[in-house]
């Protein structure tokens, strides 16, 4: 059983239609594989667009930061965008027209939600750490409650999203393709992780634990 | 000599203040590694953020579109906010208060401009080839009038942008760094190539030109 996205008219595709994925698994595969996502505000009637860390339970992603952070403190009930975008390749084309880009994209649209709630905040606080790094939530120091203090934490819900992929080789004119003499393709591109870089304040043959390493070598 | 970034009121960075960059070549860096930004616009009073491909002439960013893009038509003298994010590294503290990532990102606010010179369009579209895919403006068919027709070019000017840079280990509070028992480190990651796919409608064995293999090297 597929779930769909319920999309509204502002997040109906118009371009490009068959890009448009319209289930809600596209929407949390896109959302769990990512590190960064794009969250946009209005300040003074102008977009701000500032990366951050995420994480996601449920129907809900939620962002966090310090208290002290302007735009935390304007957020709550506010319209807010968050986008996570993979670029997976590069595509080359016959022509500079066709010439595109390998994606996955999630585009949520929701009014922000500062979440008040001891263990609601708790729960998000686990979800941001375990998708930015997988395992620091059992390995790491828990948050004590000043540094609970010290952080605002925001909910935004994924009842109004659009999903958009291309996947493929180009997609040439054909009188480009029978005229020759150019090559297309596609050149993948993914995030690889290098080796582990052990803090200089640990010995520098301190091994380096298996929730890492893991992570290294996928 | 170094060029200051010029920064007014609302790109100068309150939080993390020691992650700023002044200098506008560090701005250049940021943008001009960039495969992505995400162009925040205003729709019906919310925002709305989207990837997209861009390239850099000077102290211009310029974007590109179809000209039925919705967006694209209600862009022009509309403020925007553009904002380009390199992940370096995922920072491991022995707290998962002090967990963070390595990371570069240019955030641009300035009134886009729709591009109506033939020339700056031409050289426009130039750079955005070019960053997307390098040597293609020359190896592939440049685009013809009716392409030319279809396509909206934005400029977006630099006057107005901060960058922001975190670089190195985990910087972790002394009593957990007494305490011992955890592993603190960074993890980096960055954008991997891997073997060019040429396209189906090509012999398998046909060679891939030198400006697609030298990316794959890289």
């Known amino acids: 059983m597929t779930q769909p996205l319920s999309t509204t008219a502002r997040t109906t595709i118009t371009r490009d239609r068959e890009r448009g994925r319209t289930d809600r698994a596209d929407l949390y595969g896109v959302l769990d ?26 129907d809900t992603v939620y962002v966090h930061g310090s208290t002290g952070a302007g735009y935390l403190r ?3 009930g506010t319209p807010v965008c968050l986008t996570v975008t993979h670029v997976d390749g590069i595509v080359y084309a016959r022509s500079v027209f066709h010439h595109s880009m ?29 998708q930015l790094a997988p395992g620091s939530w059992e390995h790491a120091r828990r ?24 996947v493929g080789p180009p997609v040439d004119d054909a009188a480009d393709v029978e005229e020759g003499g150019r090559w297309a393709g596609v050149l993948p591109v993914r995030p690889a992780f290098d080796g582990a870089q052990t803090c200089p304040t640990l010995p520098s043959d301190e091994k380096v634990p298996a929730h890492v390493t893991a992570r290294a070598s996928g």
């Open 102 to 130: 390998n994606y996955r994209s999630a585009v949520v649209l929701a009014d922000a939600r500062v979440v008040r709630d001891a263990d609601e905040r708790w729960n998000a606080l686990e979800a941001i750490t375990e």
């Open 143 to 166: 948050p004590h409650p000043k540094e609970l203090a010290a952080t605002a934490v925001i909910a935004i819900d994924l009842s109004e999203a659009s999903v958009k992929m291309r």
């Open 74 to 76: 304007i957020i709550d």
């Open 33 to 58: 594989s990512g590190l960064v996502c794009h969250l946009g505000i209005v300040r003074d009637g102008g977009p701000v667009v500032l990366p951050t860390g995420y994480g996601r339970i449920g």
